[in-house]
């Protein structure tokens, strides 16, 4: 079918059991960043893809999620401690409920920005059913565990390239850097239908999924 790439879920460890959703085969649910998924195999499993892929003169993708980890419950019932490695409440943003519907306006109405960007960027996404804790990726110790994290994860499996989960909802100010540790070409996702939106954050990453096409 001359397909050059294969583009794989993420890999990470996920929320353990079954959820009011059913289980989290799609990997957007991780707990641990330094375990692979094993409904996916194993680290083996995964090099052997990669080599496999590259001995065919194919690139292997991958899915990655930095916004927010996974929880099954509501988010007051939410234990810090099973995450790896950001296993501290302070490590997160207080619980608040993400509203994409709102604008930011000045006292006349006037429209000071497209996007209400602190709500979309600091409130958390998932339900009472699954929360999804929202990382506080403008801390210091965040943002450099997921440098080391994702140059290490790049190494190891021989990475060509990442597909970035949940883009506007991480402040800008992460991307460089993670851009830098990756060093591997990377788009994200930005769902939104307002081209001009989608595309402004062409500054902070390489490319960006056309949602708004």
Request: hydrophobic share 40%; net charge negative; proline share 4%.
């Amino acid at each position: 079918m001359r397909f050059d790439a294969v583009w794989i879920s993420p890999v990470t460890a996920q929320v353990k059991g079954n959820t009011p959703f059913g289980h989290a085969y799609h990997g957007y649910w991780q707990q641990d960043l330094y375990e692979i998924n094993s409904h996916f195999g194993t680290a083996d499993d995964l090099k052997a893809l990669s080599g496999a892929l590259h001995s065919r003169g194919m690139y292997l993708m991958v899915d990655v999620v930095v916004n927010h980890n996974g929880w099954n419950g509501a988010p007051r019932t939410v234990d810090y401690s099973v995450y790896n490695p950001f296993n501290k409440k302070s490590y997160y943003h207080p619980h608040c409920t993400i509203d994409f519907s709102v604008k930011n306006t000045g006292r006349d109405g006037v429209i000071l920005a497209k996007k209400p960007q602190t709500n979309i960027e600091e409130c958390w996404l998932g339900d009472d059913n699954v929360a999804l804790p929202d990382l506080r990726t403008e801390n210091l110790f965040v943002a450099s565990g997921y440098r080391s994290w994702i140059k290490e994860l790049v190494s190891n499996y021989s990475i060509d390239g990442l597909r970035l989960d949940t883009v506007m909802e991480v402040n800008t100010g992460f991307w460089a850097g993670f851009v830098r540790s990756a060093g591997v070409y990377m788009f994200g996702e930005i769902f939104d239908g307002d081209a001009s939106y989608v595309c402004s954050f062409q500054d902070y990453i390489p490319g960006v999924l056309n949602y708004a096409a």
